[in-house]
């Protein structure tokens, strides 16, 4: 089986895949791809066709409704919880800073995946550790073209990957030295969980084998040329270019150039540091595009379009027409000339359209207006001329904003899993698994409501604080989380500002249990007031 070979669920969605960008992209690649997406009439050729496609307007509603979506997620930062204290927080908070070594920050990067996942419904990081001079673990972004093949097997008890095949693109300078232009390879990184030499993969005897992670570089070269080019770079976020063979490529083959076998404290790896994102779970499964239902009337209204406007191309337009007259006179249309004939009962008039033809488009275009506004969250429908309660437009956005709540979960927990394998590089764990949500946490935000925290929520909650129910942290980040307090400012800088709104009052203290409970063991639990 050649190194480039793929898996059968990859083929199987690589076509949606692509049609999804192509929506994405908008108009222009749309139009390119002509009859994929808009057939071509009966006995039409290529200058009726090429008239035929310009002529129609693609409303790009998919790529409208995705940004809404990418908005509302990100319209609160994510929160990261990193451990404070010693060498592997300032790890971490490096590595929030600049998650990928190209300055890109972990929320930046975070926000490159949400829009993956709801474009295309699957992307992938690998977690690795640059072994130059910066010596830190770093994140790269792959796309779903990018994840070619994927293998999972039963090791030690557990589920877990065993083969990643991903293809990529490296540049290699250009032989001329006069050259701007550098030679762009292929390239595949094979990522492999393999048992120790000698041993079998079900384990030995007693059940146990110490699994090691090995990785291999595949590069597409002239079947003359030999290995060890030594061309390892890789690209964030590659393009997608396909296995197809062009023929610039009918005499290369893919050789293998080099392998590794990463080392953590003088050991290999015992697990691939690979992580599948998705819109419901982070499994190698390939799960469904979030938009695919309205990327397919997006296109169908793209095509009723392209109808509509050869329809009216050809018949909106009033064609004068004449009876009685001499053919080869010039009859000119306007109010400074007048036609004259010598024949009796001659007459004249204009061709004009009737019937219930182009309004059959009409109508169905609008319905697929309006079916892409349901299936887009109602961002792409008008709004309503009557007013609305608070509500009933909680009630109405609660079915369409599950999606939204369901991706936000999906990738907090898969980026959780990125943070735990930037902590185990720098820790001494045995496994990432080791590494609990007390250590690292990443959470994006699912509170797609923009009415805010009301009065009475704001009462019920000083009540259930003074009440010792709640402690005062608590309090104050769902007052963040419901937007009366600002999202960069922390619980000490709030406190702080309460105690010099009072400056009669002096410094504010905790009250004792005497005037309000607290909860036994939470030091946070006590409410605090003014002399």
């Known amino acids: 089986m050649p190194a480039n070979s793929t898996h059968q669920v990859y083929e199987a969605n690589i076509v949606a895949w692509q049609r999804a960008r192509d929506v994405f992209a908008g108009e222009d690649a749309v139009k390119s791809a002509a009859e994929?997406?808009?057939?071509?009439?009966?006995?039409?050729?290529?200058?009726?066709?090429?008239?035929?496609?310009?002529?129609?307007?693609?409303?790009?509603?998919?790529?409208?409704?995705?940004?809404?979506?990418?908005?509302?997620?990100?319209?609160?930062?994510?929160?990261?919880k990193l451990p404070e204290g010693n060498g592997i927080a300032d790890a971490l908070t490096e590595f929030v800073e600049d998650a990928d070594m190209l300055g890109t920050s972990l929320s930046a990067f975070s926000k490159k995946l949400v829009t993956e996942i709801i474009n295309v419904g699957r992307a992938g990081t690998l977690v690795d550790w640059n072994e130059e001079a910066e010596q830190r673990a770093y994140a790269v972004a792959y796309t779903a073209e990018d994840i070619i093949n994927w293998h999972t097997?039963?090791?030690?008890?557990?589920?877990?990957?065993?083969?990643?095949?991903?293809?990529?693109?490296?540049?290699?300078?250009?032989?001329?030295?006069?050259s701007f232009v550098p030679e762009v390879i292929q390239q595949l990184r094979v990522l492999k969980l393999v048992p120790p030499q000698g041993a079998s993969r079900t384990g030995n005897q007693d059940g146990a084998t110490d699994w090691q992670y090995v990785v291999e570089i595949w590069q597409l070269l002239p079947k003359s040329q030999g290995s060890g080019s030594g061309l390892t770079s890789r690209s964030f976020w590659n393009g997608f270019f396909g296995n197809g063979q062009s023929s610039s490529q009918a005499n290369k083959e893919w050789k293998l150039v080099d392998t590794v076998?990463?080392?953590?404290?003088?050991?290999?790896?015992?697990?691939?540091?690979?992580?599948?994102?998705?819109?419901?779970?982070?499994?190698?499964?390939?799960?469904?595009i979030p938009l695919a239902d309205i990327i397919s009337k997006n296109l169908d209204h793209y095509r009723l379009d392209a109808d509509y406007k050869h329809g009216m191309h050809f018949t909106a337009l009033p064609t004068a027409w004449v009876?009685?007259?001499?053919?080869?006179?010039?009859?000119?249309?306007?109010?400074?000339?007048?036609?004259?004939?010598?024949?009796?009962?001659?007459?004249a008039g204009f061709?004009?359209?009737?019937?219930?033809?182009?309004?059959?488009?009409?109508?169905?275009?609008?319905?697929?207006?309006?079916?892409?506004?349901?299936?887009?969250?109602?961002?792409?429908?008008?709004?309503?001329?009557?007013?609305?309660?608070?509500?009933?437009?909680?009630?109405?956005?609660?079915?369409?904003n599950s999606i939204l709540n369901t991706v936000s979960?999906?990738?907090?927990s898969s980026l959780t899993q990125v943070l735990r394998w930037v902590y185990w590089w720098n820790?001494?764990?045995?496994?990432?698994?080791?590494?609990?949500?007390?250590?690292?946490?990443?959470?994006?935000?699912?509170?797609?409501?923009?009415?805010?925290?009301?009065?009475?929520?704001?009462?019920?909650?000083?009540?259930?604080?003074?009440a010792g129910a709640i402690s005062q942290a608590t309090m104050l980040d769902l007052f963040r989380a419901g937007e009366v307090i600002a999202p960069g400012r922390t619980n000490e800088e709030e406190i702080r500002l309460l105690a010099q709104g009072k400056p009669e009052a002096g410094n504010l203290k905790p009250v004792g249990p005497a005037t309000a409970p607290t909860v036994p063991g939470d030091v946070n639990a006590k409410p605090v007031t003014a002399n």
Not at 335 to 343: F, I, N
Not at 448 to 465: C, H, K, R
Request: charged share 25%; glycine share 6%.
């Open 409 to 412: 979960l999906s990738i907090s």
């Open 153 to 178: 097997e039963r090791v030690n008890g557990r589920n877990v990957l065993t083969l990643v095949v991903l293809q990529e693109t490296c540049q290699k300078p250009a032989a001329d030295s006069d």
């Open 323 to 347: 009876s009685g007259f001499d053919k080869a006179s010039t009859l000119r249309i306007g109010s400074s000339t007048a036609w004259v004939a010598e024949t009796p009962g001659a007459t």
């Open 261 to 288: 076998t990463p080392l953590r404290l003088g050991k290999p790896l015992p697990l691939i540091p690979f992580i599948f994102h998705g819109p419901r779970h982070s499994l190698p499964d390939v799960d469904k």
């Open 351 to 400: 061709l004009e359209f009737h019937g219930q033809g182009l309004s059959t488009f009409e109508r169905a275009m609008d319905r697929d207006e309006q079916l892409m506004a349901v299936l887009g969250t109602r961002m792409l429908e008008s709004r309503k001329r009557v007013g609305e309660t608070a509500a009933a437009i909680e009630l109405r956005q609660s079915g369409e």
């Open 36 to 80: 994929k997406y808009l057939p071509r009439l009966d006995c039409q050729d290529d200058t009726e066709y090429r008239a035929y496609k310009n002529r129609a307007s693609f409303f790009n509603a998919s790529a409208r409704t995705a940004d809404g979506f990418v908005g509302l997620i990100f319209r609160r930062d994510p929160t990261f």
């Open 427 to 466: 820790s001494t764990e045995p496994i990432p698994d080791a590494i609990g949500p007390d250590l690292v946490l990443v959470t994006l935000n699912n509170d797609f409501s923009i009415t805010g925290m009301s009065a009475l929520e704001i009462t019920a909650l000083v009540a259930a604080w003074q």
